[in-house]
């Protein structure tokens, strides 16, 4: 996917302000959203996570708790944008925001926040975690394909 | 809850005695507790919240605060009170400690109030972790949580939040 930074204009006072706007693929993941910026997605197309050789589920690949049998099966296979073949699988909810810096809030110093860059806001409300694409290369790059769930 | 104290507290004026603190009281359901006022930055409506991979029971997720992402800590949690029910969420308690600032789910916070050195005594009624003393107020016994302490233990342990940046990718 191609990165499409928008610019407004508003109106701010006597002058007028630029706002870029980006766009961010949020994944429908448990126990919360995550984000990736759409620039670092090459491409999301449909898969099944029974079929052999596909890639591990993302959050496996993060080593986020396992999700729950109710949850639903990820139907989206996302390939990110870049060198090599790094894939994984997301629920087939998927939305696209476009956000301001404004929207995009710093996170405190936690482990357990290493590997996110930034907690995205929608409407006003926290809604999904910006992931940092590097580590998650790294980490794609170091989880081998499988059909089989982590004990 | 009755008018256990003197007087409410006005920061400034003339009670600048060394000895006496500056107290908030909030309730987490049916238990009361006293922070430290002068590290409490707001008193919010209940905020929402986003649950983040990895948490523990004590910090469970985040919330927004004046342009950035805060850690939500469960008190409860914390100083290991069994209520038996989950929290009765109406108020949110934000305080700055040790360079970190963090949100506090609470029931109810009443206004904050000047307690007397000698209202204060060592923890022996109330027992709870990361609480040295308790307050006396007329029969019903406060504890006084060290709210550096819990920050601190729970946050301080990744360094301050200074620093982290924000750039996405």
């Given at each position: 996917?191609?990165?499409?930074?928008?610019?407004?204009?508003?109106?701010?006072?006597?002058?007028?302000?630029?706002?870029?706007?980006?766009?961010?693929?949020?994944?429908?993941?448990?126990?919360?959203?995550?984000?990736?910026?759409?620039?670092?997605?090459?491409?999301?197309?449909?898969?099944?996570?029974?079929?052999?050789?596909?890639?591990?589920?993302?959050?496996?690949?993060?080593?986020?708790?396992?999700?729950?049998?109710?949850?639903?099966?990820?139907?989206?296979?996302?390939?990110?944008?870049?060198?090599?073949?790094?894939?994984?699988?997301?629920?087939?909810?998927?939305?696209?925001?476009?956000?301001?810096?404004?929207?995009?809030?710093?996170?405190p110093r936690l482990p357990e926040l290493e590997g996110?860059?930034?907690?995205?806001?929608?409407?006003?409300?926290?809604?999904?975690?910006?992931?940092?694409?590097?580590?998650?290369?790294?980490?794609?790059?170091?989880?081998?394909?499988?059909?089989?769930?982590?004990? | 809850?009755?008018?256990?104290?003197?007087?409410?507290?006005?920061?400034?004026?003339?009670?600048?005695?060394?000895?006496?603190?500056?107290?908030?009281?909030?309730?987490?359901?049916?238990?009361?507790?006293?922070?430290?006022?002068?590290?409490?930055?707001?008193?919010?409506?209940?905020?929402?919240?986003?649950?983040?991979?990895h948490?523990s029971?004590?910090l469970?997720?985040?919330?927004?605060?004046?342009?950035?992402?805060?850690?939500?800590?469960?008190?409860?949690?914390?100083?290991?009170?069994?209520?038996?029910?989950?929290?009765?969420?109406?108020?949110?308690?934000?305080?700055?400690?040790?360079?970190?600032?963090?949100?506090?789910?609470?029931?109810?916070?009443?206004?904050?109030?000047?307690?007397?050195?000698?209202?204060?005594?060592?923890?022996?009624?109330?027992?709870?972790?990361?609480?040295?003393?308790?307050?006396?107020?007329?029969?019903?016994?406060?504890?006084?949580?060290?709210?550096?302490?819990?920050?601190?233990?729970?946050v301080?342990r990744g360094g301050?939040?200074?620093?982290?940046?924000?750039?996405?990718?």
């Amino acid at each position: 996917m191609a990165e499409r930074p928008q610019q407004d204009s508003e109106p701010a006072g006597s002058g007028e302000r630029q706002v870029t706007r980006r766009e961010y693929v949020v994944f429908a993941t448990s126990p919360c959203a995550l984000a990736l910026p759409a620039n670092a997605i090459a491409s999301i197309k449909r898969s099944d996570e029974r079929a052999q050789g596909l890639p591990q589920r993302l959050e496996w690949v993060l080593g986020m708790r396992p999700p729950a049998p109710s949850d639903e099966l990820p139907t989206r296979m996302i390939s990110l944008a870049g060198e090599g073949d790094l894939s994984f699988l997301v629920p087939h909810e998927l939305a696209i925001l476009q956000a301001t810096q404004d929207e995009l809030l710093p996170l405190p110093r936690l482990p357990e926040l290493e590997g996110f860059a930034a907690l995205l806001m929608s409407g006003g409300k926290p809604h999904a975690l910006v992931l940092h694409v590097d580590p998650l290369r790294a980490l794609l790059e170091a989880v081998p394909s499988a059909t089989s769930s982590p004990s | 809850m009755a008018h256990y104290f003197t007087q409410p507290c006005l920061h400034g004026t003339e009670w600048d005695v060394a000895d006496d603190m500056t107290l908030m009281p909030f309730r987490l359901n049916e238990t009361w507790l006293m922070v430290d006022a002068a590290l409490v930055r707001e008193v919010l409506g209940r905020q929402t919240t986003l649950t983040v991979p990895h948490q523990s029971r004590e910090l469970p997720g985040l919330c927004a605060w004046r342009g950035r992402a805060i850690p939500v800590l469960d008190m409860a949690q914390v100083l290991g009170i069994d209520q038996g029910k989950p929290l009765d969420w109406e108020r949110t308690l934000v305080v700055t400690a040790e360079d970190n600032t963090v949100a506090i789910p609470v029931t109810e916070a009443r206004a904050v109030v000047r307690v007397e050195s000698e209202r204060r005594r060592p923890a022996h009624v109330t027992q709870h972790r990361f609480s040295g003393t308790e307050v006396d107020a007329d029969g019903d016994v406060m504890a006084v949580i060290e709210l550096a302490s819990v920050v601190q233990h729970l946050v301080g342990r990744g360094g301050n939040e200074r620093g982290r940046a924000t750039a996405a990718g």
